[in-house]
Every structure is written in C-alpha cells, then in structure tokens.
C-alpha cells in the first residue's frame, strides 16, 4: 500500500526488521565486548600470548625458536633457513601441552636442495608415469619443501637441557614432503611410526657409522625474579635416531593408482629406510619459560 507515492510497510514488517536490527546490535556490542575483554601477555612476557593458561594443569609457559641447523636423513640434508616455533605449556610432568591456538608445532616449510629425484623421472617408472613426472620437471615444479610436524607429544627436561646431560627435548615428529608432483600426503613418519628424536644439549653416543657431537646448553639470564628464563644461542643435537620409508607419494596421481612406486621412488632418493646412525637432527636457537602466574599478571 502506497501513501502520497510513499510506500507502507506493513506493521509485522515493521516489527521483524526491528527484532534484526536489535540482535545485530546485540551481536556488535558482544563482539566489542569480547575483544575489549581480551587480554594478553605484555613486557617480558609477551612472546608467551599461545601459553594455554586456561589449562588449570599449566604451571609454566614455553616459547622457543629454532633459527638454524639441520636435518639429515639417509642421504638428504636439509638445512633449517627459516625459523621454527615450539610453544605450549609446562605442567608438573615433562610433556609439553598444547598452544592455545593449536599450533604447538610451527608447520614451517625448508628447502630441499636438489629438488625432485635428481630432476629426471626414475627408469623404473612405467612410461605414463614417467610422461606425467616429466611435465612436472618441465613445468618448473621440481622444487621441493619438507616441513617438521608433531606426530605424538613433544616433551621437555629442563634440568637436562641446562646440566648438558640426557634428554633435554624429546621430539615425535612426521617430516611433509610437498610440491605438485607428491602431492599434499607424502610423509616421511606418521603417528603410528613416528621419527622419535631424542635431543640433547650434552654429547651423543650414536651407533656407527656416526660418531658423537655435542650440543650447548647456551647462555641462561634470569629475569622478573626468576619468573622468567631466557635461554640463548643454545644448541640441541641427536644423530642417533632412526626415519622410516616414506607414505603417501604421488596418492593424488591416477587415483592414486601408482602411490608404491612414487613412495620407492622418494625412498630411493632420500635413502629410506634410514637405520639409526645414518641420520642427524641439529636446532640451535633461543628458548623462553615463564612462571603462568607471572605470565596471568603481566596481561593486559
């Protein structure tokens, strides 16, 4: 119904679009209301802003980075340029609880050097899928990443790492070999056989045909009372653990129809199955644990 060229709104229409108009208000002012709300760790312990402290079971927070050193598996070696994040929480037993936002893990891609199987498709392939591997070469995606991602519960010795003795990380992890051609489900390790690395700050007694290295327990500051410790320039070493054959290459190919071959063909390549005493894992990095109270207090 139209009045003077205006048109009216019938009443119930009047009032449903007031009822939207209030909850969205509603919602607006909530949702201003929760980030105002929203806190996090300031000053000295600012880097502590994934630290679960709504876990009653946190007592203490954790925050490292790996900025450099290297993997080594069979006959890879896969230098860390960019920088990894472990973080979580601390409760009374050495296994580290999950960050706040789920990353405990940073899922940070490295360069494999070299590329994809010494560029040309290995002669044991069958011809379709040597043609398809070879498009890929061609195309320019012979680049290849492997990223390091938990594949159980990391846990950590903090008396080890700074007495240089034992085991001062202990690390379950599934290592992700990605570009266009392995697809998006290539692991070296999964959580059913992970590559369990047991690093130390102190000397490794590997199996041959490794032989020792050593890592540091790197430069300790106390700060806040000792409610904050900063570890710098440390160094955590193992080379005596073991990696299993890779899984899951290639499984986007033909249905996944040629998975086996591309797998041996990466373990071919990297040289899997690796016994222990042929593969080296090195971080060297910096390291941070807070008290949670002191870490609650500090949030503004």
Do not use: W
């Amino acid at each position: 119904m139209t009045i003077m060229g205006i048109k009216r709104v019938p009443r119930g229409s009047r009032f449903a679009t007031a009822l939207v108009t209030t909850a969205l208000v509603s919602l607006f002012v909530l949702g201003f209301a929760s980030q105002a709300l929203a806190t996090k760790p300031t000053g000295d312990f600012v880097n502590f802003g994934d630290c679960p402290l709504s876990n009653p079971a946190t007592l203490g927070c954790l925050y490292a980075q790996t900025t450099g050193g290297e993997f080594v598996i069979g006959s890879t070696t896969v230098p860390i340029t960019k920088t990894i994040t472990l973080q979580g929480g601390l409760p009374a037993t050495e296994e580290i609880l999950p960050a706040a936002d789920g990353n405990t893990l940073s899922k940070t891609p490295q360069t494999v050097p070299g590329g994809l199987f010494k560029i040309l498709a290995p002669e044991f392939f069958p011809e379709p899928l040597k043609k398809i591997f070879n498009e890929f070469i061609n195309k320019g995606f012979t680049g290849v990443t492997a990223s390091t991602e938990l594949a159980g519960t990391p846990k950590i010795n903090l008396g080890a790492a700074l007495g240089k003795h034992g085991t001062a990380l202990l690390l379950p992890v599934k290592v992700h070999l990605e570009n266009g051609f392995l697809g998006s489900k290539c692991y070296v390790g999964s959580a059913a056989h992970p590559v369990t690395v047991e690093f130390t700050t102190g000397t490794t007694s590997p199996p041959p045909p490794n032989t020792p290295i050593t890592g540091n327990g790197g430069e300790v500051e106390f700060k806040d009372e000792a409610a904050l410790i900063i570890d710098k320039k440390n160094s955590l070493v193992n080379n005596s653990f073991a990696a299993p054959e890779a899984e899951g290459c290639g499984s986007q190919i033909l249905f996944g129809l040629f998975t086996g071959l591309i797998d041996g063909a990466v373990d071919s390549e990297i040289g899997l199955p690796s016994a222990a005493g042929h593969n080296t894992a090195i971080l060297n990095g910096n390291e941070e644990v807070g008290v949670a109270e002191a870490v609650r207090a500090s949030e503004k």
